[in-house]
């Protein structure tokens, strides 16, 4: 936004400096040289004759060439430049003021053949006025269209700011149904089984829910927040399986040192849950996640088993877990992160590294 506001100013800003230089060229012409009566007369006629072409500029840019997309638009386009070029021919010619004549031997060497036979003896006629007030135009032109390819540019970036704004929500909003729908199937799981374990299983879940609902509502969070919650999500399934499952869980680093975007590590665990476990005997999950403080790097690792009748892409099977991950780092953290999936035999592992 502060880069935004700076380029408009900036472009309100160039103009106006080419064109205090532009007003001040004549009194570092050799105008200055000539005799007091004819260098004040001729100094007010050159920059009235300039003030003239900024106006003219002016007018082109924001008022007549936007007309030139209009329908009959080159027409009275046309027309309308014809009207400002007689305008300017008629105010060099009636509104510039009085300039003395003087003996030919005062004026500079090459006498009077460099002023034109107007009004007052020096104003230029129609051909000579019609070089400046063609560079104008053309500059005037040129600066227009680079005002409308800066102002289509700005356009595209916010339809694409708007359109990623727009995935990203969409896709958090996916991830967090599909985890509650699994967590839910767990609390199921309990409720057959009339377990003890079903109240500190609903408190480990008021938990998950309130960083779900009030914590993670923001583009980042605290990456000991998101640690915090993961470690809550695997100590509810290990409420659930109880000694069904080995689960080795390994974090190191200072995680309360940075940020992270919110709901990003758990879909990596919810994954091996659900291929890790159920017809397997004595599944195994290890879930590495380290902090490279010095690189500012964040490394996770998630390594269950698989029975040999899962073929296929383990990404693609899980739905929209890993899928919808994959596309939030593109959008977050794009060109720093690593993404690999391996698998080999029984064994599936996640291998991921961000830089944050």
């Not at 010095?294 to 383990?314: I, T, Y």
């Amino acid at each position: 936004m502060h880069k935004t506001k700076y380029k408009q100013v900036l472009h309100a800003l160039v103009p106006m400096l080419i064109w205090l230089v532009v007003l001040s060229l004549p009194f570092f012409s050799r105008v200055v040289n000539l005799p007091p009566e004819m260098r004040n007369g001729l100094l007010k006629s050159q920059v009235l004759t300039n003030v003239l072409l900024i106006v003219i500029f002016y007018v082109h840019t924001y008022l007549v060439y936007p007309l030139k997309d209009k329908k009959n638009g080159m027409v009275i386009y046309i027309t309308l430049l014809l009207v400002c070029f007689v305008v300017f021919i008629i105010a060099n010619r009636f509104l510039m003021p009085e300039i003395p004549r003087f003996p030919r031997h005062d004026f500079p060497p090459g006498g009077t053949d460099h002023f034109g036979k107007g009004r007052h003896g020096f104003m230029p006629g129609p051909p000579m006025a019609f070089l400046p007030f063609a560079f104008v135009i053309m500059v005037s032109y040129c600066y227009k269209l680079y005002l409308d390819k800066q102002q289509q540019e700005r356009l595209i970036a916010e339809r694409e700011r708007i359109h990623l704004k727009t995935e990203l929500e969409f896709l958090s909003s996916q991830i967090s149904p599909h985890f509650m729908f699994n967590l839910l199937n767990t609390l199921v799981g309990m409720a057959r089984k009339k377990s003890e374990l079903m109240e500190p299983s609903l408190i480990r879940l008021s938990q998950l829910m309130r960083y779900m609902l009030y914590d993670n509502d923001g583009k980042q969070i605290n990456l000991g927040k998101e640690v915090d919650y993961l470690k809550n999500y695997i100590n509810l399934q290990l409420l659930r399986f109880a000694d069904d499952v080995r689960i080795e869980l390994q974090c190191s680093g200072p995680f309360e040192r940075y940020t992270i975007a919110p709901m990003l590590l758990i879909p990596f665990v919810e994954n091996a849950f659900k291929h890790g476990i159920g017809m397997l005997e004595d599944p195994i999950i290890i879930i590495k996640l380290a902090l490279d403080e010095k690189e500012g790097k964040l490394r996770l690792q998630v390594m269950n088993e698989v029975v040999a009748a899962q073929v296929g892409s383990p990404e693609r099977s899980s739905g929209i877990g890993l899928a919808n991950v994959r596309r939030r780092l593109e959008l977050l953290y794009p060109g720093r992160f690593v993404f690999e999936i391996k698998r080999a035999d029984h064994i599936f592992l996640i291998e991921l590294e961000i830089t944050l």
